[in-house]
């Protein structure tokens, strides 16, 4: 860990004060781990807090300071650290087994709740997180709609594959970040948000556009709002142009209201990403939508219509 930077500020002298564990930790960790972290959001001015133990909306760090969480692991805790009935679901689970490479029952229970729940959902494929669900999302868009590009929107985030590791924090004028190839960002038409006219001129000057995918509820989950007027103008784009709109629910599914932010605005659309809450602060997502687009992953449907499936492996 590089030594810390000289500061006057008495908010970070009292941070250091309480925190010789984390500072020890991190100076540990920082010789395996790039920056000491193993996620870019742990990344904090002058180390991270190392949490200990966490219930309902408190953590307690290793050097026991009680703090109030107001992140809530990423949003995925809607019920809040190690509820009870999550707790107790999860510790009967795993005395059973955790991979068995094989089907489980409560996997159809499980996309049973998701279809009755989401709008759109009428059927659903699990995931292993939120980038993954994205991913598999532009991948069945394209594969139904026979075309390459793919609408999104400054500051949206979509987690971290190559087609959505610009355009967020920075790269607004498209161009790719580091390690992501200038073809495959040539295939993102990044737009500014509730821009309505700059969606309809995207689609006229272009008939390659397989989707639309975006934040329903807005940018940074939320701050910068999205209104249900524009939401319904790309509902209409879409249909007019036979192009896939996709919600990007991870952050909002279940939390704005049962049936996430689609329900909530009136909004349907063609597929629904979803993560976080999905899986009870546990790794996991979905991508879940029209029949006639998830066919693209049935086996059974491919097969009669002689086209080739989507594949769509994984150790989990």
Known sequence: MP?????????????????????????EASAFLPSGIAHDSRHTDPYPIYTRRAAGPRKWDVDGNELVDFYGGHGALLLGHCHPAV???????????TQFGSCHELEIEWSRLVTQMIPCAERVRFTSSGTEATHMALRLARAYTGRRKVIR???????????????????????????????????????????????????AMDDDI???????TGASTGLVPTGAEFLRGLRQVTRDHGAVLIFDEVVTGFRISPGG?????????????????????????????????????????????GREKIRHQGTY
């Open 210 to 216: 397989a989707a639309v995918i975006l934040e329903p």
């Open 87 to 97: 707790t107790e679901a999860a510790q009967r689970q795993l005395a059973l087994g």
């Open 261 to 305: 932010a689609q329900q909530a605005l009136g909004v349907t659309p063609d597929l629904t990403t979803l993560a976080k809450i999905l899986a009870g602060g546990l790794p996991g997502g979905a991508v879940c939508g029209r029949k006639d687009i998830l066919d693209w992953i049935d086996f059974e449907v491919s097969a009669a219509k």
């Open 3 to 27: 030594a810390l930077t000289p500061t006057n500020s008495p908010i970070v002298a009292a941070y250091v004060a309480r925190t010789p564990g984390s500072a020890a930790l991190h100076a």
């Open 153 to 203: 929107f400054q500051r949206h985030f979509h987690g971290w594959h190559d087609h959505m590791a610009f355009g967020v924090e920075n790269h607004f004028d498209g161009t790719p970040s580091p390690g992501v190839l200038d073809q495959v960002a040539r295939e993102v038409v990044l737009l500014p948000p509730n821009d309505i006219e700059a969606v309809r001129c995207a689609f």
